[in-house]
C-alpha cells in the first residue's frame, strides 16, 4: 500500500461529479494522430501547386519550420498564412483524422465496452444527476461514441437528427443528458455554400462544396474562435468549468487559452478539486499542478510500464510510483468503481 491513500483521494473528487476534460492523448490512446503526425501528413499531401502565389514564401517558411523540428502549433503561430493557404491545412488535418476517426466507429459497432469513458458516464448517472458536461480540445467524435455505447443522450450544439442545425442547449428535453463542448469544432461540422453551419452525421458523404469547420492552431485560429459557432460553445464550456467544483483531465496537455484559465482560477482560487491522468504530463502541466497553487490536485501518469504509474499529489511532498496501471482511463475506473 502507498504511503497515503489516493484511492480515497481519487473516490472523494469523483464524488463530486467532476466536468471531464478531453485532451488530445485521450484520442491517442485510439491511434488518432498527434500533432508530429499532422505536420508530416501536411507536408506530404499538401500541393504547393494549390498553395497562393503571395504564400510562396510563407508556405516554404512553414515547411522548412517543420523539417527543422518545430512543432506544428509553434510553425503555424510563426508563419502567418493567407486563409486560403489555412484552408488546404484544414482540409488535410480533417483528411487524417477524419479517416481514423471513421475506422474506430467501424470497429466499435457492436462492442459493449469499448469505450470506457462511456462506462464512467453511465456510472456517474446512476446517481441522481441529470446533466454531465465534457470539454475537448479534440476535433474526433470519441465522445459521441461513448455516449452511444451506453445509450446517452449527447448535445453538442446541433439539433438532434442525420443533418443538423444550430439549437440551443434545451432544444430537447431528456431525463440525463451528457453536453459535450467541442471548443475547436468536430469532423461532422461544416459550411455550406450558404455560410451556414451545419453537422453532418456520415461526414464522408458531405457535398464537395461543404467546408470542414475545425480550428487548427495559428493566428487564424483567434479570430475564428470569436465567430459561431464557436462563441456560444467557448461560452458554454466556460460557463460549464465555472459551476463545477471538481475536473477530470484526461490526456490534456494544459496548452489551450479557451479552456484552462477559468478551470486553473477555480482550482486556485476557489479550491476546486482537479484529477489528470496522462501517459506523461506535459512540463506545462506539472509546473501549473505542482507549482501553481492549486491546493486540491492528484495526478496519474505512465512510469516504467504500462502496469506501473507515478502519483503527484497535493496530500504529499514528493511523487510515488505504484505496480498498478492508473494512469490510463481503463485503469482509474478500476480505482473509483
Known sequence: MAEFDF???AQSYYKLAPLI?????????????????????IKDNVDPALIPSA?????SEFCGLLDTGTDLEAALHQVNLSEEATELIIQAVWDLIN?????IYRQSIGKNSMFPLGTMLSHMFKTSLSGLDVVTTNYDCLAEYACDQEDLYHYSGFSHGYTRRLAEPNHISCPRKVNIWKVHGSLDWFYSPQ???????????RPDDFRPQIVTPGVQKYRKTHLEPYRSIIGNADT?????????????????????????KKCQKDGACIIVITYALTAQAKALLLEGGISNYLAIER???????????????????????????????????
Open 55 to 59: 504564400d510562396t514564401g510563407s508556405w
Open 7 to 9: 484511492y480515497k483521494q
Open 303 to 337: 512510469a516504467g510500464n504500462d502496469n506501473q504509474s507515478r502519483i503527484y499529489s497535493s496530500l504529499i511532498q514528493d511523487p510515488i510510483i505504484v505496480d498498478e496501471d492508473r494512469w490510463s482511463l481503463e485503469g482509474f475506473l478500476r480505482l473509483i468503481m
Open 99 to 103: 479517416s481514423r476517426d471513421e475506422e
Open 195 to 205: 455560410d451556414e453551419t451545419m453537422s453532418i452525421t456520415k461526414s464522408s458523404l
Open 240 to 264: 460549464a468549468i465555472s459551476k463545477a467544483s471538481s475536473y477530470l483531465c484526461i490526456g490534456f496537455g494544459f496548452n489551450d487559452e479557451h479552456i484552462q484559465p477559468k478551470l486553473l
Open 21 to 41: 476534460v478531453l485532451g488530445s492523448g485521450a484520442s491517442m490512446a485510439y491511434g488518432l494522430p498527434g500533432m508530429a503526425e499532422l505536420a508530416v501528413y
